[in-house]
């Protein structure tokens, strides 16, 4: 402690009184009671956004990250973002994130406070006569200690300790669900990418269209009516176009702030979006290890530890409470005595029974809570995993046309080129394909989503799917 803490110290109220109280008994070291008094710092709330303002500003020692379909790599941001790179990223600068994790210090003090011991009690009493045939002054001082706050200690230590790996858990599901949103927003980012280039040339194509009618209506070849249809075409392309913008516009956002990014920073994203899909046993085989794998599960089981140690503590708290101590006094007359104090309370109305009733309420609920979370953690793994399923087989039926509507739009086109089929049919064919590819991209984008859902939800990697188990994701059909 330095010279100006000793200062500041000195003026705490309580010191001042214990100091008065250690000239009177002569017992008790005042620098102990000058450490017991803290000091106060302000800490004043920011007052503008701290976000990164660029790439090269965020946190990327991700040595300490565990998340499942992540692997240990270097990062290396410098050909673009992947997958794995973007989560590890927002798992160790999420703004929420670095809150969360503050509350691991709130628990370890509670733990802290739960291994003390109690502090002792000390009685001083000191009567002066003012009157009669004695004229020494009586004094009485005593020290006394808690014994049921000994007895509860044990208890105490073990409620606060599940408390703190509760919290551990609690933010490392936490990161795993935010990997989990910043690996959806990639593949979501990666899709609407790809959609941008198949909507731009379906407007395009559709734009050509719309021009060759209006020159051909202005010849009286056409009339307003079949112009009409392609003024509509091009417009539901022109609408879809803009509507995936705003979507991509959603998308960037939503991903900047999971980084603690800027808005205005551009964010190069490269690479496929990585996910497998189990098969049916292995699905089986997850689910039934789920309350030894995922961390909300085991948290739940903490906390439920914990206020096992609740009930317990309670239960002995019930008995009566105990202070032992020690006293020395001298009266007026000069006659000194030494002697040994019991107080104990008679739990005659009490007897804690409200408190032991709050406790044991209290852990069946958290008891039916945990069994709710793991039905629902056991139906929404099968539910995504039936809905990723579905997703592959239309996916491989929608990549099946593709290659045959591509051959029928190249020959189209030369058809086109050769004079031979008119402009309107080969727009049409070629819009099909479109389409088509369109369709496969998203299907694939969402395939990938429910594949990243799935890893969280049954807390397992890709690495650890069985090979013959597992079925990835095929890259989306070429233009």
Not at 76 to 89: P, S
Not at 143 to 150: K, N
Not at 156 to 162: N, P, S
Request: glycine fraction near 6%; hydrophobic fraction near 40%; charge should be neutral.
């Amino acid at each position: 402690m330095n010279a100006a803490s000793v200062t500041q110290s000195l003026h705490c109220p309580q010191v001042r009184s214990a100091l008065r109280a250690a000239r009177i008994v002569g017992a008790i070291p005042a620098f102990m009671l000058i450490a017991a008094c803290a000091s106060y710092h302000p800490r004043p709330l920011a007052d503008r956004p701290d976000l990164a303002p660029s790439i090269a500003d965020l946190k990327v020692n991700h040595g300490t990250v565990d998340i499942p379909g992540l692997k240990h790599e270097t990062f290396d941001g410098q050909d673009g973002l992947d997958d794995t790179e973007i989560a590890v990223l927002a798992v160790l600068n999420n703004p929420s994130l670095k809150a969360f994790r503050l509350q691991r210090g709130e628990r370890r003090a509670q733990l802290l406070q739960a291994s003390l011991l109690p502090d002792p009690m000390l009685d001083l009493s000191l009567d002066h006569p003012t009157s009669g045939p004695d004229s020494l002054d009586a004094y009485t001082l005593g020290v006394s200690e808690d014994i049921r706050a000994l007895l509860t200690r044990g208890a105490k230590q073990v409620r606060a300790a599940a408390h703190l790996r509760q919290i551990d858990l609690k933010v490392l599901w936490e990161e795993w669900q935010v990997a989990e949103r910043a690996r959806e927003l990639f593949a979501q980012a990666r899709t609407q990418q790809k959609l941008h280039h198949i909507y731009q040339a379906t407007r395009k194509l559709n734009a050509g269209r719309y021009e060759r009618d209006r020159t051909a209506l202005a010849r009286g070849d056409i009339t307003s009516v079949v112009s009409a249809k392609d003024l509509v075409a091009l417009v539901d392309a022109s609408t879809r176009l803009r509507r995936l913008q705003r979507e991509e516009t959603t998308t960037r956002h939503a991903l900047h702030a999971l980084l603690g990014l800027e808005p205005s920073v551009e964010l190069p994203l490269s690479g496929e979006a990585i996910s497998a899909i189990p098969c049916h046993s292995a699905l089986d085989q997850a689910i039934a290890e789920l309350p030894d794998r995922r961390p909300d599960l085991i948290a739940l089981q903490a906390g439920y530890q914990s206020q096992e140690a609740a009930v317990r503590q309670a239960v002995l708290e019930q008995f009566p409470t105990v202070s032992v101590g020690f006293t020395r006094a001298r009266d007026t007359g000069g006659v000194a005595t030494i002697g040994l104090g019991l107080s104990i309370s008679l739990p005659l109305l009490d007897r804690n029974r409200g408190h032991i009733a709050i406790e044991r309420a209290t852990r069946e609920q958290l008891r039916q809570a945990y069994q709710a979370r793991l039905d629902d953690a056991a139906g929404g793994a099968d539910r995504v995993w039936t809905q990723a399923g579905l997703l592959r087989r239309q996916l491989e039926a929608v990549k099946a046309r593709i290659p045959g509507l591509t051959r029928i739009s190249r020959a189209a086109e030369r058809e086109l080129e050769a004079g031979e089929l008119d402009a309107a049919t080969y727009v049409n064919v070629r819009e099909q394909v479109l389409a088509r590819q369109a369709e496969a991209i998203q299907l694939k984008g969402e395939l990938e989503q429910a594949g990243i859902a799935l890893e969280t939800l049954l807390a397992i990697r890709p690495g650890l799917t069985p090979a013959h188990c597992a079925a990835r994701s095929d890259p989306a059909p070429a233009e």
